[in-house]
C-alpha cells in the first residue's frame, strides 16, 4: 500500500545538481576560441606568410623552428586547443543533425579519433629528433654520435 | 542566420584540414623524406588555392567567433550583432587582402617551376 504523505511535510531535498557539462563545453568554445585566434595567426604568420611562404616548409624548417621550446609550446597548446575546440563543435553538430544508433556511433568516432590524435601529436612533437635528416644533422653538433 | 551557416561550415572544413595536417606533420617523427614528400604537395598551385581558401574558412570562422563571443558577453553586443557582422567581413577582406599577393606569388613561382621539369 502506497503511503500519502501528510500536509505540509517538509520539501524532501533535492539530490545534489550534477555538473552542466553542456555549459562548460560551451565556455570551453569562447575561451579557447580567443586563444586559437592569437595561436593560429601566429602559426599562419610564421609558416605561410613571413619569407618564402609556404615553399620554405620542409623537414630542416620544422626542425629550425622546433630547435626553440618557445615554438614547442605553441605548437602543443594548438594542437590539444584546436583539436577539443573542433571536436566539441563537431558533437554539436552531431546531436543536432543526427539520432539514435548513428548518432552514438559518430560520437565514439569522434571520441576515438580525438584521442588518438591528441596522443600522436603530443608523441610527435615531444620526442621530435632532427638528427632524422643528415643535412640537418651536420649543422647540429649534438648529432654527432 | 548566414553567419551561423559560415559558421558551421567553415567549422566543419577546419576540423578535416586539422586531421590530416595532424597526421601529415606527424611523419617528421617516420622520416625526412616521407615527410618532404607530403609537403611537397602543399607546394603545388592547386594545393596552394587550397591554402587560400584555408585561411579564408580559419578568418571567418575567427572573426565570426570573436562577434559571437562580444554577442553573448558584452553588454552592447546583442544590439550591435548586425554592425559587428560587417565588421567582421571589412577584416576579413584586409586579411585576404594581405595574404592573397604572398601566396599568389608562390603559386605562380610553383606554376612555373613545375612548367620547367
Not at chain 1, 71 to 89: F, M, Q, R, T
Not at chain 2, 58 to 87: E, S, T
Request: hydrophobic share 55%; charged share 15%; proline share 4%.
Amino acid at each position: 500500500m502506497t503511503t500519502i504523505e501528510a500536509p505540509r511535510s517538509p520539501v524532501v531535498p533535492v539530490k545534489r545538481r550534477r555538473t552542466n557539462w553542456e555549459k562548460w563545453g560551451w565556455l570551453y568554445q569562447r575561451v579557447s576560441g580567443v586563444l586559437l585566434v592569437v595561436l593560429i595567426f601566429g602559426h599562419l604568420f610564421t609558416n605561410l606568410f613571413l619569407g618564402q611562404g609556404v615553399r620554405a616548409i620542409d623537414f630542416a624548417f620544422v626542425a629550425g623552428k622546433w630547435a626553440n621550446p618557445f615554438w614547442i609550446v605553441w605548437d602543443l597548446l594548438l594542437l590539444w586547443l584546436a583539436l577539443i575546440h573542433g571536436s566539441n563543435g563537431m558533437r554539436t553538430l552531431i546531436n543536432d543533425y543526427t539520432r539514435r544508433r548513428l548518432r552514438i556511433v559518430l560520437l565514439v568516432l569522434l571520441a576515438v579519433v580525438t584521442v588518438g590524435l591528441l596522443l600522436i601529436g603530443t608523441l610527435v612533437l615531444t620526442t621530435f629528433d632532427p638528427c632524422l635528416d643528415k643535412t640537418v644533422a651536420s649543422q647540429i653538433p649534438q648529432c654527432k654520435a | 542566420m548566414w553567419s551561423w551557416v559560415l559558421h558551421r561550415i567553415t567549422g566543419v572544413a577546419i576540423f578535416f584540414f586539422l586531421l590530416v595536417h595532424i597526421l601529415d606533420t606527424a611523419l617528421v617523427r617516420v622520416s625526412p623524406e616521407a615527410y618532404n614528400q607530403v609537403i611537397g604537395t602543399y607546394k603545388t598551385p592547386i594545393m596552394g588555392l587550397g591554402e587560400i581558401a584555408l585561411v579564408a574558412a580559419i578568418g571567418l570562422h575567427a572573426l565570426n567567433g570573436l562577434r559571437i563571443i562580444l554577442i553573448d558577453f558584452w553588454k552592447l553586443g546583442p544590439k550591435l550583432q548586425r554592425v559587428m557582422f560587417w565588421v567582421a567581413i571589412a577584416l576579413w577582406i584586409v586579411l585576404l587582402a594581405g595574404f592573397l599577393p604572398r601566396q599568389l606569388t608562390n603559386v605562380w613561382f610553383e606554376f612555373q617551376g613545375m612548367g620547367s621539369v
